[in-house]
Nanobody, 123 residues
Framework: QVQLVESGGGWVQPGGSLALSCEAVGVIFDIYAMGWYRQAPGEQREVVATITRGGYTYYKDHAKGRFTISRDNAKNTVSLQMSSLRPEDTAVYYC?????????????????WGQGTQVTVSS
């Protein structure tokens, strides 16, 4: 069984910075992509940023220029450095691992999700 363990988050004033980290634990052979999503109250979950095993990154428009996603393939970890935070960034942030293979030749698991971590931006 593969689980995602998140850390980071919390409260920060507008304009501040926060870092989120996520580690995939369990029997893992390969993970195609890892990323961060968020869900604000009353809203649907939306992508923030993703990164493939090859280092290709994608950022949603609201994250461009403010957030940086990085990944350590050897450690199966993904991090999100957030700066210039705004009140509208307040949400529960979820780590995601996409196409997780536990052993060679075995069908990949489509998506694994973390439990979520709260990020609150307010003065």
């Amino acid at each position: 069984q593969v689980q995602l363990v998140e850390s980071g988050g919390g409260w920060v004033q507008p304009g501040g910075s926060l870092a989120l980290s996520c580690e995939a634990v369990g029997v893992i052979f390969d993970i195609y992509a890892m990323g961060w999503y968020r869900q604000a109250p009353g809203e649907q979950r939306e992508v923030v940023a993703t990164i493939t095993r090859g280092g290709y990154t994608y950022y949603k428009d609201h994250a461009k220029g403010r957030f940086t996603i990085s990944r350590d393939n050897a450690k199966n970890t993904v991090s999100l450095q957030m700066s210039s935070l705004r009140p509208e960034d307040t949400a529960v942030y979820y780590c995601n691992a996409n196409e997780v293979t536990t052993e060679p030749g075995r069908k990949a698991i489509d998506d694994v999700w973390g439990q979520g971590t709260q990020v609150t931006v307010s003065s």
